[in-house]
């Protein structure tokens, strides 16, 4: 289960859409702990929550992750009292190979070097996963990006293709066409596996993928009403109707029912 501590951030990322989302009460979050299976702590950026050991210790023997964008972690005493609270895992948000990529998408100056440590220090003491959300201004860097977090020793990267909520016309900018990242998204993901590291994708269509067993699983984000997945009358025709998500319905409306069926026959 997801669990939202909070819009607090401190970087201040150009496609925050996270900054409407409205936190819950300690009471409220202590029950869905409660009710949970394994958690993922989620912002805004959670490690700003000041409770957040707290909150961890609190989850017992429930396996425990966390969502960050890892530059508290680039605190030792930090990390060592959050790994101490009982955190399991972590997913580092990477948006850049270097700083002047990710920094100018964060809109941080240093959130760079600070990410970067942060997921090093982590590494240490449990798995960590980075997430890398393509976008228009990222997009021709994921190569280097994926050897770059390959390099620091993630046990997994996962590319997610956006399917942000809110008013999405403030992000018209921020979406490419499946066409103009195939290739590089492929040559990632050849990148990871050559280098034993597992890779995923998130709201990317089957057709557009080499390796068709990469699913491009729907993921849940509870506060994103807006999203959801449709099939294209392309679909129709393909091979991988039934088990494919499809197309996010954002996606859909910016660009249109651009897919390519794989027919029987091949691509
Ligand atoms: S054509 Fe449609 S069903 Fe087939 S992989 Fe693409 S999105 Fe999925």
Redesign the pocket.
Known sequence: MEIFLGSECNNNCRFCCAKDFISEPFNRILEKIKKAGKINFTGGEPTLKKRLPELIEYAGEKEVEITTNGRMFSYDKFTKKIVESGLDRAIVSVHGHKSSLHDYLTRSEGSFEQTKKGLKKLKEFVPVQANVLVNTVNYRSLPKITEMVVGEGVESVCFIYPVLGGNIFNYLWFFPDFGDIENVLNDSIKVAKRNGVRAEVLNV???FLDDNEINAAEKKYPMIEEKKFV??N??RR?I??ER?P??SQVYVNLKGEK????EKNGM
Request: glycine share 12%.
């Open positions: 269509p089957r057709c099939k294209t392309g679909c393909c991988y109707f494919c499809g197309v897919v390519r069926p794989v």
